[in-house]
Structure formats: structure tokens, C-alpha cells
């Protein structure tokens, strides 16, 4: 009999139609089916150490530390799409099959970053401030998305989807990927990492939506950040090492950029004293877009997750599977 554990919290209703698909499967809950998907509450991973000792297969985030106290592992199955810190050599044997949650997340974030990009654009964090100080004053002249000239690096499902509202707001997207060369009918021009220089100082607007691998950390440096058009804002929700802080509020402060919208930061959390925070054109939010707070999030991973469980209890090939190189879902 297989045996799996599960780390994130799961409704008895959710419970059933998962035990439905692995019927002669034996499932431990590590949180109590009372558990609100949106509680910061962790299991007690003592009370559970002979239950992990044995798990085949394992749904959730699992703590790093535990692997190597889980020799029957299988199959891990994550409730998120980056999996690099699964990837380094030594914590997963390669004989257990990693699957992540890629697909899970794109409305969440490419809503989040609709409204960030936005908000910078009729300056509501400048007003936002005006109310702070009591303060009716008028902050000046704004901007549309219509017309203005997008740059997308990272055209995966959150890219993607970021890139289909923007053309639906009227916006010219240039997308920028590392393989496939379809042109999909949301973009108006592609090319590949190679050609970033070039394409940054004809951009409004720089969303990110990458992986952290070595080739994409520093990506946007202090040379690349001048060379954006100015004026420009910049939107960051895959890894905060993509882009360098220090750098980048140099550029803000400067005026050189018109904001930023970041939802990941280098160092997170960012330090209370981060000169980050005090600047007005800059956005932050705490690595929340992507979490349970939409709960069409947290639906579609368990859809994903009892997918992949069907394929794996019929012995098909897992479809999420990780590419170990780059910590996300291989490419389809």
C-alpha cells in the first residue's frame, strides 16, 4: 500500500475526491481538516515522524530538512511552481519523480500585476500618501496602458497571462522567452534573452515573471537599468535576485525610473530599514501575489495535484515534472 502525506491544508470535501482517485492509497493529513487554507499554522512534524519515515509520496510544501528522513519518497509532489531549492544535488534522489504546481498561479499574479502596473500609472501610492498627511493635492499628470510598449521576460503562465491583459488594454507586448519560437497571438514581438539590451530602452513598462537560475539572477543590473527608457517603471514577481536593489533604487531615486512594483525582493523579507521602502514611486508587496489569497489559487492546485495523482496510480508519465536544472516544469 502507498502511503502519502500532506502538509498543506485540505477540506474533508477536497479529501474525499483526492482518496476517490488513490482508493487503496493511505493518506495522512499533517494539518486537521478544519484548517483555514489562508492559517499560518505548520504541522507538528514530531507527532508524524513515523508516518513521514514511510511516505511514499509526499503533496505540499515539505520542509528541506525532512527529506532526508523520508527514504520511500517516490514521488514529491509541490504546491508551488519553483522547485530549485529541490533541485540542488543531494536533497531528492533522482530516482523520485518532482512535480511542481505550474499552472496554478497565473491569474493570481497577472491580476496582481495589472493592478500594480495600474497603480503606478495614475500614481494612487502618491495619493495613497496624500491621505497619510491629510493632504488634498493633486500629484500631476498620469499615464495609459494604451499604446504603451511592453516588454514581458518570462512568458510563462504568469508572464503569459500578464501579457494577454496588456494587449487587451490596448498595450504593444514584446515578449521575451529562452525556447519556442511560436508566436502566440497575444504578443506582438518575440525574441530570446540574447536580445534584452536591445529591447529595454524601447519599453514602458519591464515585467518579470523568471525563475532563479544562474543565468537570470542579476539579470537587471545597474548597466541594464540605465539603459531602460526613462521614465520607465519595472515590475518584478519571480525572484528578487533578478534584479539588483541597490541599483535599482539608485534609478528611482535619480527619476531616472518612473517605479517599481515588486513582489519579491533581494534581501526577503526586506529589512525594516531598507531604504527601499522611503521611496514614493516604489510598490512592495510581501511575496503574497501568488499564495492562497485568491482561492481560485488554491482550487487549482488541488486540481493539479489529483491529475497528476490519476497519472501516477494509472502509471502514465506525471505531466508538472521539474526540470532539475532549472528548478520549474519542463517545457511542454
Given at each position: 500500500?502507498?502511503?502519502?502525506?500532506?502538509?498543506i491544508p485540505?477540506?474533508?470535501?477536497?479529501?474525499e475526491?483526492?482518496?476517490?482517485i488513490a482508493?487503496?492509497?493511505e493518506f495522512t493529513?499533517?494539518?486537521p481538516?478544519?484548517t483555514d487554507?489562508?492559517s499560518?499554522a505548520k504541522?507538528?512534524?514530531r507527532?508524524?515522524?513515523?508516518?513521514l519515515?514511510?511516505?511514499d509520496?509526499?503533496?505540499g510544501v515539505?520542509?528541506?530538512?525532512l527529506?532526508?528522513?523520508?527514504p520511500?519518497l517516490?514521488?514529491?509532489?509541490l504546491?508551488m511552481?519553483?522547485?530549485d531549492?529541490?533541485?540542488v544535488?543531494?536533497v531528492?534522489p533522482?530516482?523520485?519523480a518532482?512535480?511542481c504546481?505550474?499552472?496554478a498561479f497565473?491569474?493570481?499574479?497577472?491580476e496582481?500585476?495589472?493592478?500594480?502596473?495600474?497603480a503606478?500609472?495614475k500614481?494612487?501610492?502618491?495619493?495613497?500618501?496624500?491621505?497619510?498627511?491629510?493632504?488634498?493635492?493633486?500629484?500631476g499628470?498620469v499615464r495609459?496602458?494604451?499604446g504603451?510598449?511592453?516588454?514581458v521576460i518570462?512568458?510563462?503562465?504568469i508572464?503569459?497571462?500578464?501579457?494577454?491583459?496588456m494587449?487587451?488594454?490596448g498595450?504593444?507586448?514584446t515578449?521575451?522567452?529562452?525556447s519556442g519560437?511560436?508566436l502566440?497571438?497575444?504578443?506582438?514581438?518575440?525574441?530570446?534573452?540574447?536580445?534584452?539590451?536591445?529591447?529595454?530602452?524601447?519599453a514602458?513598462?519591464?515585467?518579470?515573471a523568471?525563475p532563479?537560475t544562474?543565468?537570470t539572477?542579476?539579470?537587471?543590473?545597474?548597466?541594464?537599468?540605465?539603459?531602460?527608457?526613462?521614465g520607465?517603471i519595472i515590475?518584478?514577481?519571480?525572484?528578487?535576485?533578478?534584479?539588483?536593489?541597490?541599483?535599482l533604487?539608485?534609478?528611482l531615486?535619480?527619476?531616472?525610473?518612473?517605479?517599481?512594483?515588486l513582489?519579491v525582493?533581494?534581501p526577503e523579507p526586506?529589512?525594516?530599514?531598507h531604504?527601499?521602502?522611503?521611496?514614493?514611486?516604489?510598490?512592495i508587496?510581501?511575496h503574497i501575489?501568488?499564495?492562497f489569497?485568491?482561492?481560485?489559487?488554491y482550487d487549482?492546485?488541488?486540481?493539479?495535484f489529483?491529475?497528476?495523482?490519476e497519472?501516477?496510480v494509472?502509471?502514465?508519465?506525471?505531466?508538472?515534472?521539474?526540470?532539475?536544472k532549472?528548478?520549474?516544469?519542463?517545457?511542454?
Open positions: 500500500m502507498k502511503k502519502v502525506v500532506v502538509y485540505v477540506e474533508p470535501e477536497n479529501r475526491r483526492i482518496q476517490a482508493k487503496d492509497y493529513y499533517l494539518l481538516p478544519e487554507i489562508m499560518p504541522p507538528d512534524f507527532a508524524f515522524a513515523e508516518e519515515r514511510e511516505a509520496i509526499s503533496f515539505q520542509p528541506i530538512n527529506i532526508k528522513k523520508m520511500k517516490s514521488w514529491v509532489h504546491s511552481s519553483g522547485a531549492a529541490y533541485c544535488p543531494g531528492l533522482e530516482t523520485t518532482l512535480t504546481s505550474t499552472g497565473g491569474q493570481a499574479i497577472s496582481h500585476m495589472l493592478a500594480c502596473t495600474l503606478l500609472y500614481k494612487l501610492p502618491l495619493y495613497r500618501d496624500n491621505m497619510a498627511e491629510g493632504l488634498w493635492k493633486d500629484r499628470t495609459s496602458p494604451e504603451a510598449r511592453v516588454l518570462g512568458l510563462g503562465d508572464g503569459g497571462r500578464y501579457a494577454k491583459l494587449k487587451l488594454l498595450a504593444h507586448v515578449g521575451v522567452r529562452r519560437f511560436g502566440p497571438d497575444y504578443i506582438d514581438e518575440l525574441y530570446h534573452s540574447e536580445s534584452i539590451d536591445t529591447l529595454l530602452p524601447k514602458d513598462i519591464v515585467a518579470m523568471l532563479n544562474p543565468s539572477a542579476g539579470m537587471i543590473d545597474k548597466r541594464r537599468l540605465a539603459l531602460m527608457k526613462p520607465a515590475l518584478n514577481v519571480g525572484r528578487g535576485n533578478a534584479i539588483d536593489t541597490d541599483a533604487c539608485d534609478a531615486e535619480s527619476g531616472h525610473l518612473g517605479g517599481c512594483a513582489d525582493t533581494d526586506l529589512p525594516k530599514d531604504r527601499l521602502w522611503k521611496i514614493p514611486t516604489a510598490l508587496t510581501p501575489s501568488g499564495f489569497h485568491l482561492r481560485r489559487t487549482n492546485i488541488i486540481d493539479i489529483c491529475a497528476e495523482l497519472r501516477y494509472s502509471g502514465r508519465p506525471l505531466q508538472n515534472t521539474v526540470d532539475r532549472s528548478g520549474y516544469r519542463k517545457t511542454i
